[in-house]
Nanobody, 120 residues
C-alpha cells in the first residue's frame, strides 16, 4: 500500500505565498513521478505541476513563473512553492504519485486534498 500525506494549505491574500508538501510512504520500490493537481468548485481537475524521476518538470501555463515543484528523494516528498498567488488559484490541491512496488506493480495514488483559498 502507498499513502500520501499533504500539508501546507490555507487562506492567504492575493500576492501571498504558500508551500505545499506531500510525503509518500508504504511499499515503494521506486517513485516514477509525483505531482500536484487542483480542482475548483464545479470545475474539472487539472494538472498544476509534476516532476519525473529523471528530474524533468511540467507546469500548467497559468502557474509558470510563479510556482516551483521540487522533491527530496530521501524523504519521498514533493513540494510546491506557490508565490504571487491569485484568486483564480483557489481550489483543492491534490497530490498524486505514480510508484513501482517491489513486485514491479505499477501503482497510482491520490492524496485526500488540501484547501487553498486566495482572497482578493
Amino acid at each position: 500500500q502507498v499513502q500520501l500525506v499533504e500539508s501546507g494549505g490555507g487562506l492567504v491574500q492575493a500576492g501571498g505565498s504558500l508551500r505545499l508538501s506531500c510525503a509518500a510512504s508504504g511499499r515503494i520500490n521506486r517513485i516514477h513521478a509525483m505531482g500536484w493537481y487542483r480542482q475548483a468548485p464545479g470545475k474539472q481537475r487539472e494538472l498544476v505541476a509534476d516532476i519525473i524521476s529523471g528530474g524533468s518538470t511540467d507546469y500548467a501555463d497559468s502557474v509558470k513563473g510563479r510556482f516551483t515543484i521540487s522533491r527530496d528523494n530521501a524523504k519521498n516528498t514533493v513540494y510546491l512553492q506557490m508565490n504571487s498567488l491569485k484568486p483564480e488559484d483557489t481550489g483543492v490541491y491534490y497530490c498524486n504519485a505514480e510508484t513501482v512496488s517491489y513486485t514491479l506493480a505499477r501503482v497510482t495514488t491520490w492524496g485526500q486534498g488540501t484547501q487553498v483559498t486566495v482572497s482578493s
